[in-house]
Structure formats: C-alpha cells, structure tokens
C-alpha cells in the first residue's frame, strides 16, 4: 500500500540555531506539517517555532517536548528531523526508524560510515526513507560546474583546492569535542567531500592534517586526497578498486584536490570560501558557502564557449528550489555523448564569463527545500535513492574519517623531518 501523499506530520528534535533555520525555510513547503519540536529550553524551542510561524500563522500550535526521545515516540510523527549534535545522530536514529518514521539527518549523519550504513540498512528494512541533509549539490552552480568537469569543456582537469575560512566557534563548545562532533572533517567537511566526490570521482588516497592549539583545540585542518575517475562516452563513472584489466579498458584520470578548513575568522571579519579547479584549458573558480559566484575562463573553441554559455543561461536568477534540477534536465538533454577536448589543431578564442547570484539566505533556503522535496520523493517512491544518496553520505564520512587525522601539528612545535619528531621553533 503506499505511503499516503503530504502534508507530512514533521517533528524537529534538536533546537539549535540549525533547526530554527529549517522551520523558517520549510515552512513555505505545502508539503512540511510541523508537528512538534524538541529541545532542551523554552527558549529554543520557542525560536524555532517561531521561525516557522512567520510563514505559517494559522497552523495548529506543534507539540513541545524537552527530549528528542519523547518526540520520536510520538504517534501523529511520520518524519523526524534530527538536527541534534552529531554524537547523537546515530542512535537516535536507529530509534526513530525502529517507531517507524522517515528520517532526515542533519550531517554528518553518525560519527562513523559504519554506523551510517547500520542505519541505512536498517531503513531499507524498515521500508522507510532515509537521507542525510547534504545540500551543496542542490546549489545550480554546483551542478553546472559538474556538467563542465564531465564534459571536458576546459580540457581535463588536473588540480583543485578547496579553501573554507570561517567564524571561531566558541571555546568549549561540542564542536570542538570530537567525542560529540568527530572533528571539523566529519561534523563540516563532509559537504565538501560530497561535491569534490562528484565533480572528480572515488577517493583512492587520502591524508589529513591538522594544527592543534595550545588548548587543545585544532581550528585547522586540511587534506590531500587522490580523486579517480573513469570517464568513458564523456561520463564520469565512479572509480573502482585498480585491476590489471582496468587501465586498459577506461582511461583513469587522477585528480589531487586539496581540502583546508578554518575555523579562525574573528567574528566582524569575511568568512570566504572557495573552489579553485585548473584543467588543461583554463580554470573554474566558485565562491560561497553557499556557492553565488562562478568564474570561468580559459582558450576554448566557439563550441566549447556555446556550450557553457548555454548551460550557465539555464540557471535562475532568483532563487528557486527547482534551480539545480533545471540545469540537470537542461544538460542531460542537451549535452553530447562524448567529451569536449579541445584538439590543438582546432581553432580557440579566450574566454572568460563571471555569474552571480544574490540574495545568499534565500539561495540557502531554496537548497534546504530542493532536499526536503528530495526525500518527499523517497517516500513516495521507494526505488528512488535520492540526488544524494545514504551511500553517498556514507562515503563522504568515510572519507572524512581517513581525514581524521593523519598527522598533527602542536602550536609552538616544528617537525624534525630527519628524526621524525618534534621539537621547539627557533627563537
């Protein structure tokens, strides 16, 4: 029998500033029923109530309750949302999928891609949907920026970077415990890994880093990670395990993507982030958080350069839930079997092209719903996985926990690469 079509009755456990965010931008969705919200305080709670509230005012007052517990057994819940901090992710979890709700995560989903899959393999029993709140790829940008990549459109690519730097979190926080966060790969990286992933294929290498403060805190961290793909007809497969026969059946491309995340910005300074991916003809460079400005150029040919002006005159000006869907259906029908590499024997022109989107908080928005409507087709439909899939966040953890960490740095300690150990800087 199927599941019965929205509304759903949506109960939100956990009241941090996250939770007060998706009630705001849910609450628009015909399809989002906020049923109850759990947290800790009357405070919280009743920030996130109102967050929803300002777009929904004749709604039935939704039920409060102290502990997410309490809301998971709630009868009258179909779907719960958990937004609790990370340590909290799994076992939570595995109650609310034993009471029989669909459940949304907020990443990373588990401290670990073990207890991820036990999760996931429990839904999948339980005949419930199951996702983890990865957005990034709902981002239009996003998704343009994998079409160029799977298509050549500037040659191969041979190098990217990815460069976060945010606001401190506060001394003391959970954050900075990984006990209840995992560390900065796993509690935030995790995004990251999901688009770089995608835009450049499996992991077959990875080594973290990361710089620990005099407190005990490590603010910094970055990665090395080895992307494979194997492309073949112009699309991006994803990598499998080497074998003899392998290299010659599909030509592999490696790509050496560096990760770095900060958590250093003094509270009035910019936070930046940014994306930066050379490939033989040029370069790609994506700004944002939630990415709102790309920048192309390089030496193309007139079809290369039509090709990603049309893919780029396919993405919204305003913001919109459908945006990044909008440039897959465009693409997917419209883009060629076979890559775009340019031979050198063709003739090219420069070319250079700057998009930006305003209004961030409504793009923001757009990407949190784009996922909820996401996982309302997952339990409408039991055979779709969802864009970004419990296997996906599975292996994006994975990754974040081969990140974590390989080697370490002590603030006022140097290594001593002959010996292998550290000693003191040098006045």
Sequence with gaps: MPYPLPPYRVGIAGAGAFAEFLAGALAPLPEFQLTAVAGHTDEKRQRVLDAYRHHR??????????????????PDIDVVILTTPPHLHAPLGELALTKGKHLLLEKPGALTSAALKSNAQLAAKQRRAFAVNLVLRYNPLVEAVEWMLRHHLLGRAHHASLHNAAHRVTSGHWFWNRELSGGIFIEHGVHFFEVGRHWFGEPVDARGFAATEANGEQSRVWASVIHRSCTRQGHVQKAQLPTKEAGAESPNEYVPVQYYHGFTMEADAPESTQWEVHCAQGRIVLEGWIPQRLYVEGVLTAEQAELIDALLDTIPT???????????????????SSDRTSSSSVSRLPYRRT????????????MAQARFLDFCRMIQDPNWSGLVTPDDAASDLALAEACTVSEAWQEGLSRDFSSNQTRPLSP
Excluded: C, K, M
Aim: no cysteine; hydrophobic share 35%; aromatic share 10%.
């Design 57 to 74: 005012s004749d709604a039935a007052p939704p039920r409060e309750y102290r502990e997410a517990s309490e809301l998971i057994h709630d």
């Design 318 to 336: 305003q913001p919109a839930a459908n945006a990044g869907e909008q440039v897959r259906t465009w693409a997917a029908s419209r883009f060629p």
């Design 355 to 366: 998009l930006s989107l305003v209004d961030r908080q409504g793009w923001y928005e757009a």
